[in-house]
């Protein structure tokens, strides 16, 4: 038998070997054998028990050394402390991949995650991959392979269809396995990572994309590891036109702690992560129940990619219904999340009397009690047509539960074309006829909720992953490591294209200078990030007197306040004028990497968060496109008649900082400047913090 791929011997083994497996049927190392004898598999199966001659009237075996043939897949079931012994053997068997359902390993503390790396260093000098440890396994669903000890297999029939899940929850896997099923969705292949120790959300994806059973892949994560490879194998994905849809849970920590800038603290690793899964094309839903009610319209529809265009909806929606309230439930929620419900034109309404039916220039066509089967089905072919709306949403009311057949029979026989999506909310619980528009690939939704979080994720701007560059050097004169003193952080973002106050450093005791008065003073040292709140800060000087007495004050302030911090000297700078002061910042997310934030800047940055991130570095325009997306430049975008700023300059200036990214030999952990000035004829930073790694 010809070796498999790492691919198949993950996702289709067709010999597999399970490790302590149990006859006792109560334990769940007894539920992998059973599952994959009830749901049909034909591959080979090799119970693995020392004690045991055969296990649920299969032959057992007491080791891996005495199978009578090669296995593609070993799944470990024992205590953990027995695992790293059986490496050898497995891959003396023959297998590619060994999943471990033991635990005690990265999740148990310090000497869990020592052998776990043990673990790995292994098995890549025996040529095995790992998946988990503490995964509770995967399968096939449309062989029967099941190496799961997941209750949810339990199920008298499996639905197979084209979506496959990965999971960083093993529950989870479960739970939504069983969820969507109730619903009527097919699945290809589910997968738990466990620790993902080796194999990692990336490589399943990446194997999922060359599965011929998968349509759709859902993720369930609780984290992002290994980002570069998950990017790679979104991007793969993307180009063969598989969907991907993520769940994300909530903000992480991770990283945070050590975060000096206030970029840190406005954009943790959640909203990171969210800017790495749109920059490499995923779609990520809100809502748990959207995770696999969105499968239907990403499978049949081409992205949406909203307009784009500041104060316009990312979308059009035509709302036809046959419940009011049901449809204001979703029409709110629509709005919530940036799309609208659109009334049709006059032309339209003239139309489709003619075809016998009268309806109103109302962004919502109710038909309650006023349209037959033909005459709804007229209406929804004219507006899966019609160029007014981007989609057509039918929200549909009590009949659904006690008439399915007659509630969603217009919406099963209409023409519909592949470019237009539909898209359906049940207003009561209908299970029967959610059944009927799941078995006809149509996208139907059982919360006002989901409904709009599909929508609104389907039609939002798509991202672009960040652009490439040539490495670029570090200046020999700055520092490696450490922070850099607002002069050096100054000089590095000049080199790097970002226009940057004039300023001369001053010796405390010599403060003859060349900067026209009005001026700014401050005290420059690698060891005060914030110096405002330090005291170490002076605007508005008038005359040399004054920068004498705030010299004095400003010095005396960081003595008390940071007696150890080494000064460098006295900053000056000339008072800039602006229209508007805006905060850029990098950081190197400890989760994907360099990111580049724009934002409304000064000391309140913080209090209301309004900014705009990507992975860096960034192009001009993809820099455009953040300018757009922060509210407080709609004030120099010609607010009200408000002098305009230079945002061609602003947007030069976010990409030029953003090329942080690339600097070579020298890892920036973060950098800021806040506030950046803008003017009506360029922009100007006049604050700079840069923590190196």
């Known amino acids: ?33 059973r599952f994959m004898r009830k749901h049909g598999y034909t591959g080979a199966v090799y119970p693995i028990n020392a004690g045991r001659a055969e296990i649920l009237g299969e032959p057992a075996y007491p080791s891996l050394s005495a199978l009578p043939g090669p296995v593609d897949h070993v799944f470990i079931m024992i205590p953990g402390d027995g ?18 359902y033991s635990d005690g390993f990265g999740e148990a503390g310090p000497e869990g995650r020592a052998r776990q790396t043990e673990l790995v260093r292994q098995a890549r000098e025996l040529g095995l991959r790992l998946l988990g440890p503490n995964s509770i396994g995967l399968a096939d669903l449309h062989s029967g392979g099941i190496l799961s000890v997941n209750a949810a297999f339990e199920a008298d029939t499996l639905l197979p269809g ?30 738990s990572v466990g620790n993902e120790s080796d194999v990692s959300v990336g490589e399943v994806v990446d194997a999922l994309v060359d599965d011929p059973q998968t349509e759709v892949i859902l993720l369930f994560l609780e984290t992002l590891r290994a980002a570069p ?51 490499h094309g995923a779609l990520r839903v809100q809502h748990l129940e959207t995770l696999f009610e969105i499968a239907p319209l990403a499978a049949r529809y081409a992205r949406g990619g909203g307009s784009g265009r500041p104060g316009e909806p990312m979308a059009r929606v035509a709302v036809i219904t046959t419940t009011g309230g049901g449809a204001a439930t979703v029409v709110d929620n629509l709005g919530l999340r940036g799309l609208a419900a659109v009334a049709p034109p006059a032309d339209f309404v003239r139309k489709i009397a003619q075809g016998g039916l009268k309806i109103r220039e109302t962004p919502v066509i109710d038909l309650t009690l006023a349209a037959s089967s033909d005459q709804y089905k007229m209406l929804l072919e004219e507006l899966l047509h019609a160029d007014w709306c981007d989609a057509v949403l039918s929200v549909v009311g009590s009949s659904a539960q006690f008439h399915a057949g007659l509630a969603v029979q217009p919406l099963l026989q209409a023409v519909k074309p592949a470019g237009k999506p539909l898209a359906v909310f049940l207003a009561p619980e209908a299970p029967a006829s959610l059944a009927l528009l799941q078995a006809a690939g149509i996208a139907a939704f059982r919360t006002p909720e989901s409904c709009a979080d599909a929508l609104a994720e389907f039609f939002g701007p798509e991202g672009r992953p960040p652009c490439g560059r040539e490495p670029l ?44 008065y009005p001026l700014a003073a401050k005290v420059c040292s690698r ?75 000064g000391i309140a940055a913080e209090l209301a968060p309004d900014f705009a991130l990507r992975l860096a570095p960034v192009d001009v325009d993809e820099a ?68 190196l790694g």
């Not at 010999?15 to 054998?33: E, F, Y």
């Not at 757009?628 to 200036?653: H, K, W």
């Open 473 to 516: 050097p570090w200046p020999d004169e700055l520092p490696r490591s450490g922070m850099l003193s607002e002069f050096e952080a100054g000089s590095l973002f000049r080199g790097l294209g970002v226009p940057v106050a004039q300023g001369q450093l001053l010796a405390p005791g010599r403060l003859d200078h060349g900067i026209p």
């Open 1 to 33: 038998m010809p070796s498999s791929s790492f691919a198949d011997a993950l996702l289709s083994p067709r010999s597999v070997a399970l490790v302590g497996a149990s006859g006792d049927t109560r334990k769940n190392t007894a539920r992998p054998l």
């Open 162 to 191: 084209g979506i496959s899940l990965v999971s960083q929850s093993g529950s989870m896997m479960g739970s939504l396995l069983s969820r969507a099923a109730a619903r009527g969705f097919g699945f290809a292949k589910s997968v």
């Open 229 to 279: 490879t998950l990017a790679r194998a979104l991007l793969r994905a993307q180009a063969a036109r598989k969907p991907v849809v993520a769940y994300k849970l909530g903000r992480s920590e991770q990283g945070d702690a050590l975060a000096q800038s206030h970029t840190g603290a406005m954009a943790g690793n959640d909203v990171a992560v969210d800017a790495f899964l749109k920059a």
């Open 527 to 601: 060891d005060l990030a914030h110096k405002t709140e330090l005291g170490a800060v002076r605007i508005n000087i008038r005359d040399a007197p004054g920068l004498e007495a705030a010299v004095h004050e400003m010095l005396d302030a960081v003595r008390r306040h940071a007696p150890h911090a080494e000064v460098d000297g006295i900053l000056v700078q000339p008072m800039e004028e602006r229209l508007i002061e805006l905060i850029l910042g990098y950081r190197n997310d400890p989760l994907v990497g360099p990111t580049v934030l724009l934002g409304a800047g």
């Open 83 to 100: 695992v790293a012994a059986l490496l050898p053997e497995c891959a003396r068997a023959g297998a590619r991949v060994v999943t471990i």
């Open 624 to 691: 455009r496109r953040m300018i757009l997306e922060v509210r407080q430049t709609r004030l120099i975008r010609g607010f009200r008649g408000l002098p305009e700023g230079d945002c061609e300059a602003l947007a030069c200036a976010v990409a030029a900082f953003s090329r942080l990214a690339q600097c070579a030999d020298v890892r920036v952990e973060e950098a800021e400047i806040n506030p950046l000035f803008v003017r009506a004829d360029g922009v100007v930073a006049v604050d700079g913090l840069v923590r």
